[in-house]
C-alpha cells in the first residue's frame, strides 16, 4: 500500500519571496514521485517527476523539489513565486515496475495563492 | 485537436436522472482512467481500462458504470445520480510502460452538480 500527505491545505505567499509545499509519502515498495500543477478551471499537469539517479530534480516554470528517501519526502520549492504560480499543487506518488496497471495514489493538494 | 477532451465541462442535474460524461483521446493511449475531485479528498479513483472492453474498478467506483468499446472513448455514466456524487470529474490517459514513470495526461474535468 502507498499513501501521500501534503501537510499544508494553503500556502499564502508574497510575490518574489520562496515557497516550499511539502509532501511526505509511505510505500512498501519503490515509487516514483510526481508533482503535479491544476491551475484555476483546468486539469492537472506535469510538473516534474523523480524515477532515480540525483535527489534533485528540476521541472518547469522554475520550480525543483528533492527527493529525500530517509525521510520519505518529496518537497516541492521555488526560490521566487510569481502571481501566475497561484494554483493548487498535488504530490503523487507511483510503485516502480513495468507493465500492467500502475496505481498512482495522489495528496490532497495544496493550494498556492501568491499575493501582489 | 489532438489531446484529451472530456464534455460537457458543466452539468446541472437532478437526483435520480442519468448523466453521462464523455472522454475522448487522441493519442491511442492504452490506459484511461476516470477521477473524482472533493475538497479534503483530492483526486480519487473512480474506474479505470487498461484497453479496449477491459475495465476495473477503482477506489470509488459504487454508483458509477463505465465502458470502453473503442480505445479512444472511455464514458463515465451515473445511472442515478446522488447529490453525493456533485463533483469535479477528471479523465486521464497514458500508454502502456515498459520501464520509467506512468505520467497522466488530463482532460480539462467535467463539473458535475447534482439538486
Known amino acids: 500500500a502507498q499513501s501521500v500527505t501534503q501537510l499544508d491545505s494553503q500556502v499564502p505567499v508574497f510575490e518574489e519571496a520562496p515557497v516550499e509545499l511539502r509532501c511526505n509519502y509511505s510505500?512498501?515498495?519503490?515509487?516514483?514521485l510526481f508533482w503535479y500543477v491544476q491551475y484555476p478551471n483546468q486539469g492537472l499537469q506535469l510538473l516534474l517527476k523523480?524515477?532515480?539517479?540525483?535527489?534533485l530534480v528540476k521541472g518547469i516554470n522554475g520550480f525543483e523539489a528533492e527527493f529525500n528517501k530517509s525521510q520519505t519526502s518529496f518537497h516541492l520549492r521555488k526560490p521566487s513565486v510569481h502571481i501566475s504560480d497561484t494554483a493548487e499543487y498535488f504530490c503523487?506518488?507511483?510503485?516502480?515496475?513495468?507493465?500492467?496497471?500502475?496505481?498512482?495514489?495522489f495528496g490532497t493538494g495544496t493550494k498556492l495563492q501568491v499575493i501582489p | 485537436d489532438a489531446g484529451i477532451t472530456q464534455s460537457p465541462r458543466y452539468k446541472i442535474t437532478e437526483t435520480g436522472r442519468q448523466v453521462t460524461l464523455m472522454c475522448h483521446q487522441t493519442?491511442?493511449?492504452?490506459?484511461m482512467f476516470w477521477y473524482r475531485q472533493d475538497l479534503g479528498h483530492g483526486l480519487r479513483l473512480i474506474y479505470y481500462?487498461?484497453?479496449?472492453?477491459?475495465?476495473d474498478k477503482g477506489e470509488v467506483p459504487d454508483g458509477y458504470v463505465v465502458s470502453r468499446s473503442k480505445t479512444e472513448n472511455f464514458p463515465l455514466t451515473l445511472e442515478s445520480a446522488t447529490r453525493s456524487q456533485t463533483s469535479v470529474y477528471f479523465c486521464?490517459?497514458?500508454?502502456?510502460?515498459?520501464?520509467?514513470?506512468?505520467?497522466?495526461?488530463f482532460g480539462a474535468g467535467s463539473r458535475l452538480t447534482v439538486l
Open positions: 523523480y524515477l532515480s539517479g540525483s535527489t
Open positions: 486521464a490517459s497514458r500508454d502502456r510502460v515498459y520501464s520509467g514513470a506512468n505520467v497522466l495526461t
Open positions: 493519442w491511442s493511449h492504452s490506459y
Open positions: 481500462s487498461a484497453a479496449a472492453d477491459i475495465t
Open positions: 510505500s512498501s515498495v519503490s515509487v516514483y
Open positions: 503523487a506518488v507511483g510503485p516502480l515496475g513495468s507493465g500492467g496497471y500502475q496505481k498512482v495514489t
